[in-house]
C-alpha cells in the first residue's frame, strides 16, 4: 500500500460510487476554501494599508517600517515550501484552521501592540498565517477540482485577488474611525474563516481515508521527465513568475503614480483606472484556468507571458483614454498566467502538491514585495514614466516558455479527469 501523502496529492478524479465525491459537495469546498482565501489576504492586506497610522501612532520611520514589511514577508515567503513540504509527506487536515487561527492572534497583538518589537511579532504572525494558509488552501482545492485542475486554481486565487483589493478599502472605512484598536473588528472575519477552514479539514480528512481505498487505477500517473528537465522547467517557469510579478508590482503599487504624474489626473480619476486594473487582474485569474484545462497550460502560458508584450511597448506612448483600455488588456492577459504556471509545475512534479504551491505562491509573493521596493528606487533614480519604459520588456522574459516540455494538453487533461485505463 502506497502511503498516505503521495494518494492525498496524486487522486485527483473522484469515484462516482462514493457520497464525497459529489459534484456539489466538491463546488460548495471549492466555495469555500476561495472565500476563505478572501478573508485571508483581505486581513494580510490591512497590515500595509494601515501603516500611515502606525507610522504617527508609535513615531515609526521609513525604516521600520520597511522591517515591518520585511518581518511579513520574509515569513511568509521562505514559510510556504517548508511547510508544503512537511504536509506533503504528513498530511494535517486541520493546518488550515491552525493557520488562521495564527493570523487571528496577529490581529489582536497589531490591536494591541503598545511597542514597535510587538508590531514585528504581530506581522511574523500575519506571515505564518499566510504560510500555512496558501499551500494547504491549494492542495484542497485541487482535491475538490474533479479533475478541472486549472479551473479550481484559478476560482480559488480570485478570491485571493478580491481580498487583496477589498482590505485598503474596508480598513480606511472601519479602522481609521476607530484607530488601532478599529483592527479587532476583522476578528469576526477570521473567527468565521476558522469555522469554514474546520468543515473543509473535516472534509479533507474524510477525503485522505476515502483516498486510501481508492486503487492504483485512479491516481495521477508520475512524471516520466527526467530530473534535468524537471528542474530545468521549474527554473523557467520561476523566471515567468519573476517577469509576470515584477510587471504587476509596476502596476498595483505605482500606477495611481504614474496616471498623476504623466496626465495630470486627480488622486479620485486614478483610484478610478486601478479599481478597473483590478478588475481586468481578477477577470484574467477566473479566464486562465479554465483555458488551460481545455487547450493546455503551455498554450496559457505563451499567450499570457509573451502576448502580452505588445500591450506593455505600447502603454508608455498612449494616451490617457488609451492607458486604460490597453492597462485592462495588460491586467486580463498577464493575470491568466499564474494558475496556468502552478498547475504545469503541479504536474511537473506529482505528489508533491504542498511543496510545489508553497514554493510557487512563497515566490510569487516575494517577487511582488522586491518589485515594489525596486522600482520604488528606480522611480526616485530617475521618474514613475522611465519605471513603465524599463518594465514594458519584462514579458519578453516569456520566450523561454519554449524551453518548456509538453506534459499535458486536452488529452492528457481528459485522462486525469476519467478513470486510467488498464495497465497505466
Not at 497589531?110 to 499566510?130: D, E, I, K, M, R
Request: hydrophobic share 50%; proline share 5%.
Amino acid at each position: 500500500m502506497t502511503t498516505q501523502p503521495v494518494i492525498a496529492n496524486e487522486v485527483d478524479a473522484p469515484r462516482p460510487d462514493s457520497g464525497l465525491s459529489a459534484e456539489g459537495t466538491l463546488l460548495r469546498v471549492l466555495a469555500a476554501v476561495s472565500l476563505c482565501h478572501l478573508i485571508n489576504d483581505m486581513m494580510q492586506a490591512l497590515l500595509p494599508a494601515i501603516y500611515p497610522l502606525l507610522k504617527s501612532q508609535f513615531s515609526l520611520d521609513y525604516g521600520q517600517i520597511g522591517l515591518i514589511t520585511l518581518t511579513f514577508q520574509i515569513t511568509a515567503s521562505l514559510l510556504q515550501p517548508l511547510i508544503g513540504h512537511f504536509t506533503d509527506k504528513r498530511p494535517f487536515p486541520y493546518a488550515l484552521p491552525v493557520g488562521m487561527g495564527c493570523t487571528l492572534v496577529g490581529l489582536g497583538m497589531l490591536a494591541f501592540a503598545p511597542t514597535f518589537p510587538l508590531l514585528l511579532l504581530a506581522a511574523s504572525l500575519f506571515g505564518v498565517g499566510s504560510a500555512i494558509f496558501h499551500p494547504e488552501s491549494s492542495r484542497v482545492a485541487r482535491m475538490a477540482s474533479g479533475g478541472k485542475h486549472g479551473f479550481a486554481q484559478s476560482f480559488f486565487q480570485v478570491g485571493g485577488n478580491t481580498g487583496s483589493a477589498i482590505g485598503p478599502l474596508l480598513a480606511a472605512l472601519i479602522i481609521r474611525p476607530f484607530g488601532q484598536r478599529g483592527v479587532l473588528w476583522f476578528t469576526m472575519a477570521a473567527l468565521i474563516g476558522i469555522v469554514l477552514l474546520t468543515w473543509i479539514g473535516r472534509w479533507y480528512k474524510e477525503r485522505l481515508a476515502h483516498l486510501q481505498r481508492t486503487p492504483a487505477v485512479h491516481r495521477e500517473a508520475h512524471s516520466t521527465l527526467p530530473r534535468k528537465k524537471v528542474l530545468l522547467a521549474l527554473g523557467v517557469l520561476m523566471m515567468l513568475v519573476f517577469s509576470k510579478y515584477f510587471y504587476i508590482a509596476s502596476l498595483t503599487s505605482y500606477y495611481t503614480f504614474y496616471l498623476i504624474s504623466r496626465f495630470s489626473v486627480s488622486v479620485a480619476g486614478a483610484q478610478l483606472h486601478l479599481f478597473l486594473l483590478f478588475g481586468a487582474i481578477a477577470a484574467g485569474t477566473l479566464i486562465g484556468g479554465p483555458v488551460g484545462d481545455r487547450l493546455g497550460r503551455k498554450v496559457v502560458i505563451w499567450w499570457s507571458i509573451l502576448g502580452v508584450l505588445p500591450f506593455t511597448l505600447l502603454l508608455p506612448y498612449a494616451n490617457l483614454f488609451w492607458t486604460s483600455v490597453l492597462s485592462v488588456f495588460i491586467g486580463v492577459i498577464i493575470a491568466s498566467a499564474f494558475s496556468a504556471i502552478l498547475v504545469y509545475a503541479q504536474e511537473l512534479v506529482p505528489g508533491r502538491i504542498g511543496m510545489i504551491s508553497g514554493l510557487f505562491f512563497g515566490f510569487a509573493f516575494g517577487m511582488g514585495g522586491i518589485g515594489a521596493a525596486v522600482l520604488g528606487v528606480l522611480a526616485d533614480k530617475t521618474s514613475i514614466v522611465y519605471v513603465y519604459h524599463v518594465c514594458a520588456y519584462l514579458p519578453a522574459i516569456g520566450l523561454l516558455t519554449g524551453l518548456l516540455p509538453d506534459i499535458g494538453g486536452k488529452a492528457a487533461g481528459k485522462r486525469r479527469v476519467g478513470v486510467a485505463a488498464p495497465g497505466k
